[in-house]
């Protein structure tokens, strides 16, 4: 059984910083690109950023290029997403998700290209 299992998820203050992880078991992703989305409280879930199978390409939405760094170690089967400079727009439940074919990193930014998805972490930003 896949499992993506996220953690470092807290409440932090306008600027402040968190790391977020997602370990994967029951297959590995080193050939997969892995991704983070998030969901506000009542809008739709969104893509946040994403990373190739070697690590050397990264992507982000914009509202968060220069704050957030997606990061894996394929050897320990986990990604990374560390927030800087952490906004109250920020606030939301972060999910990670893995896809399900190998060396595939066409539309990145769409939810529905990954298969396995995490429970989901609480981000809350407080100004």
């Known amino acids: 059984q896949v499992q993506l299992v996220e953690s470092g998820g807290g409440s932090v203050q306008t600027g402040g910083s968190l790391r977020l992880s997602c370990a994967a078991s029951?297959?590995?992703?080193?050939?997969?690109?892995m991704g983070w989305f998030r969901r506000a409280p009542g809008k739709e879930r969104e893509f946040v950023a994403a990373i190739t199978w070697t690590g050397r390409t990264t992507f982000y939405t914009d509202s968060v290029k220069g704050r957030f760094t997606i990061s894996r170690d394929n050897a320990k089967n986990t990604v990374y997403l560390q927030m800087n400079n952490l906004k109250p727009e920020d606030t939301a439940v972060y999910y990670c998700?893995?896809?399900?074919?190998?060396?595939?990193?066409?539309?990145?930014?769409?939810?529905?290209?990954?298969?396995?998805w995490g429970q989901g972490t609480q981000v809350t930003v407080s100004s």
């Open positions: 998700a893995g896809r399900g074919y190998e060396y595939d990193v066409a539309r990145y930014e769409w939810a529905d290209k990954y298969i396995y």
């Open positions: 029951g297959r590995t992703f080193s050939n997969s690109v």
